[in-house]
């Protein structure tokens, strides 16, 4: 692990009211090697029960009877610096819509996977299922529109594409992204035990390799 260099200057939010008691703030602004670290920042506050990321946003609730400030400066100087995590993930690359995509972007069907496995990724975000990652670094040449149709059955651990994102299914479930191949050995969300909980966290890198099992 390696941690990412501290910011010098503090980071300016400003939160506007969202529904009855939550508060949102835009985050274009903030680094995403450094979401991470906000999100560590935001859910210790005193004055906050929960606090959550997307890729544009910030949203904390107050806990009731508190007031959080709506002009925020988050000093990043003064927190500790922020391990970023790296995962290399093993993919059999057999998906269902390896080929339909490839016609689509125009490359051979078996050069597909190498412009994959050539790009890092980070960890925008987490929503949508219990462990379910949205992962940054896709070149515009490699993203790939939401499909027309939503499959009513996506199998765990499906590698998908879907607009500027990739990700790995952590369950089966409907989905609309393109199916490329299969995540092994990985298990992206823990129900139980000590390590319960989403494997990555906002901030880590995700590489992409050639299952070897």
Avoid: C
């Amino acid at each position: 692990m390696m941690a990412l260099p501290a910011l010098s200057q503090p980071v300016f939010l400003r939160f506007e009211p969202y529904g009855d008691r939550a508060l949102l703030a835009p985050i274009a602004h903030v680094d995403p090697a450094h979401r991470a670290t906000l999100l560590e920042y935001l859910r210790a506050h005193p004055s906050v029960a929960d606090a959550m990321l997307t890729e544009h946003h910030a949203l904390v609730v107050p806990h009731e009877a508190h007031d959080f400030p709506a002009e925020h400066t988050v000093p990043f100087a003064d927190l500790p610096p922020r391990e970023a995590r790296t995962f290399h993930i093993g993919v059999r690359w057999h998906g269902a819509d390896l080929a339909e995509a490839a016609d689509l972007l125009k490359v051979p069907a078996s050069n597909l996977p190498g412009l994959y496995m050539a790009h890092p990724y980070t960890v925008s975000f987490l929503g949508f299922l219990p462990g379910f990652a949205y992962l940054r670094g896709l070149p515009p040449a490699l993203e790939l529109p939401r499909r027309a149709t939503v499959r009513p059955r996506v199998p765990a651990h499906a590698l998908a594409v879907g607009g500027p994102y990739i990700g790995i299914y952590p369950e089966q479930s409907p989905g609309g992204w393109w199916l490329l191949g299969e995540a092994v050995d990985v298990e992206l969300f823990v129900r139980s035990g000590p390590d319960a909980g989403p494997l990555f966290r906002v901030g880590d890198r995700v590489t992409l390799v050639e299952a070897t099992t």
